[in-house]
């Protein structure tokens, strides 16, 4: 009798635990912390990662312990394209890139670094919330399961610098190399400026300046300062022929997973992450041109409707990987 009844009481135990685990939503699980994976290819100083970390920082307090977001800046994790694979396989939870290392898998993203597409800043983010990148977003979540949560991570406006030659037409770009990344539409659209086209790693771009490998470069004015190309280049020319933004996609498999009340905390920190991004850039893009000036640099102001005139058959030579109209769609976003 007196075993029975021990029996019976841990039944009884084990029962009330059971009972007590499903009446507090599985406790014990919802108290374990998920430790989530964000990679960005830029410096840790740089907006853009300041930005990510405000995103963990939000997560982070918000999640009620659920998620942990450990940021990895410069490329830790391996670069953008293989960071978007592992993405894919969910051995990283989410990455910041370019819209053209993402459009190594889903080519239409690549519409976004069209030279001359965009008006000025208030068309780049209509565009870039617009429903045309969300289908393109859709095509990629549904082929690649990586799901796209912003497309509005301003990178910056490109121009073109220059070692020892003022340019304010095309024409004067003739014979010139000038370095441009490894990608079909950045090629065209310096071959397009006027220039012969000279891919050359990122890694590598300061010391192909100084060892005069390429005559000039265009990136945006935070990336001229911050990796000292003033001391390689004496003109910038503010041709402003790309205005960029970067993504923040994640693991469709994982973001799914969430709880409905940890993806309005994620989608709240993205939200802030994008203007802290964005006020940032704006401000360091002014900054900073001041800066380069003061360093001795010379500003520039070319014919940039020339320049417009050159580049307008880009997106023609990229209608088969875009879209016949994709590119119209975009231009037309008021």
């Known amino acids: 009798m007196k075993k029975q009844m021990i029996v019976?009481?841990?039944?009884?135990?084990?029962?009330?635990?059971?009972?007590?685990?499903?009446?507090?939503?599985?406790?014990?699980?919802?108290d374990k912390t998920e430790v989530v994976k964000f990679s960005t290819p830029?410096?840790?100083?740089?907006?853009?990662?300041?930005?990510?970390l405000k995103f963990a920082e939000i997560?982070?307090?918000?999640?009620?312990?659920?998620?942990?977001?450990?940021?990895?800046?410069?490329?830790?994790?391996?670069?953008?394209?293989?960071?978007?694979e592992l993405v894919m396989t969910g051995s990283v939870h989410?990455?910041?890139?370019?819209?053209?290392?993402?459009?190594?898998f889903q080519p239409e993203f690549a519409v976004m670094d069209c030279p001359y597409l965009f008006r000025d800043y208030d068309h780049l983010m209509k565009a870039a919330e617009s429903d045309v990148v969300q289908e393109i977003s859709d095509k990629l979540e549904?082929?690649?399961?990586?799901?796209?949560?912003?497309?509005?991570?301003?990178?910056?406006?490109?121009?073109?610098?220059?070692?020892?030659?003022?340019?304010?037409a095309p024409s004067d770009l003739e014979g010139m190399l000038v370095r441009a990344p490894d990608q079909p539409v950045y090629l065209e659209a310096v071959r397009a400026m006027g220039a012969t086209p000279t891919p050359v790693a990122f890694s590598d771009l300061y010391m192909a300046l100084k060892q005069g490998v390429v005559d000039g470069q265009e990136n945006p004015i935070p990336t001229i300062y911050t990796y000292k190309y003033y001391e390689a280049?004496?003109?910038?020319?503010?041709?402003?022929?790309?205005?960029?933004v970067n993504v923040i996609g994640a693991s469709s498999v994982w973001y799914n997973s969430l709880s409905e009340d940890?993806?309005?905390?994620?989608?709240?920190?993205?939200?802030?992450?994008?203007?802290?991004?964005?006020?940032?850039?704006?401000?360091?893009?002014a900054d900073m041109l001041k800066d380069l000036k003061e360093?001795?640099?010379?500003?520039?102001?070319?014919d940039v409707q020339a320049f417009f005139e050159a580049a307008k058959d880009v997106p023609a030579k990229f209608e088969k990987q875009w879209g016949k109209d994709t590119a119209r769609r975009i231009a037309e976003i008021r």
């Not at 990178?155 to 304010?168: E, N, Q, S």
């Not at 940890?262 to 893009?285: F, G, R």
């Open 8 to 30: 019976l009481l841990a039944l009884v135990l084990v029962f009330s635990f059971t009972v007590s685990s499903f009446a507090n939503g599985g406790q014990e699980q919802g």
């Open 42 to 52: 830029v410096a840790p100083d740089h907006p853009n990662n300041v930005a990510a």
């Open 142 to 168: 549904k082929n690649r399961g990586v799901k796209i949560l912003t497309a509005q991570i301003y990178y910056g406006t490109r121009h073109l610098t220059t070692r020892d030659k003022a340019i304010y």
């Open 295 to 302: 360093l001795g640099m010379e500003v520039i102001e070319p």
């Open 94 to 104: 989410m990455y910041m890139g370019g819209t053209s290392e993402t459009s190594l």
């Open 262 to 285: 940890l993806k309005k905390v994620v989608d709240k920190a993205i939200d802030e992450a994008v203007k802290l991004n964005n006020d940032l850039t704006i401000k360091q893009e």
């Open 59 to 84: 997560v982070n307090a918000e999640s009620g312990g659920r998620l942990k977001v450990e940021v990895f800046p410069a490329n830790q994790l391996g670069n953008v394209k293989d960071v978007i």
């Open 233 to 244: 280049q004496k003109y910038i020319m503010l041709t402003g022929h790309m205005r960029r």
